[in-house]
């Protein structure tokens, strides 16, 4: 599986029409059988597909609603390099609220493995959009898992974080 990834990652940028977004989520759907597999192909290989391509980066919020956990984890996975990213001579920034809303989708979503990659892609967003994040999390503290939270708040200053932690024990107290 990482040989392929390997040997197509290089390949992704020039040598494959769009449709090849419908081949990755195949993938992901019925190949992937851990997070390393969806991690490789998302940073490597969809990444590579996605600098040369990046009006389709959006289009990857549909791989949430999967009913396979692999795929849902790639929908977060695959935009964390895209929060700001220069693309040629311009910079591509993925619309906050977009982010927010895949979150929402994946909140409550029971594999461990999907939840990692929620506070993932809010940890990375937090490095550009921390106020935006830190006011996404208040108002979703009575429902965000613990270890969800712990990840997100990961590159956030020390006091907000212990702020923000407490503020969530308070929260789950009442």
Known sequence: MFIAYGLIGHLVKKHFDDDLLLRFQY???HYACNWAHVDDLCIKAIYNFLM????LIEATQVWSYSDVPWCRRASNVVWVKFIKRKIG????????????ENCDQLMLDED???QKS??????VTAVHHQQDV?????RNINIIQRSTLRYALEKVDVDTR???????EMS???
């Open 27 to 29: 993938w992901l759907e």
């Open 52 to 55: 040369a391509r990046p009006h």
């Open 89 to 100: 001579k311009s910079v591509y920034t993925l619309d906050t609220n977009l982010v927010f």
């Open 112 to 114: 461990e493995f999907v």
């Open 118 to 123: 929620v506070g993932w892609l809010l940890k």
């Open 134 to 138: 830190i006011e996404y999390l208040k």
């Open 162 to 168: 212990k702020s923000i932690l407490s503020y969530s």
């Open 172 to 174: 789950r107290k009442s």
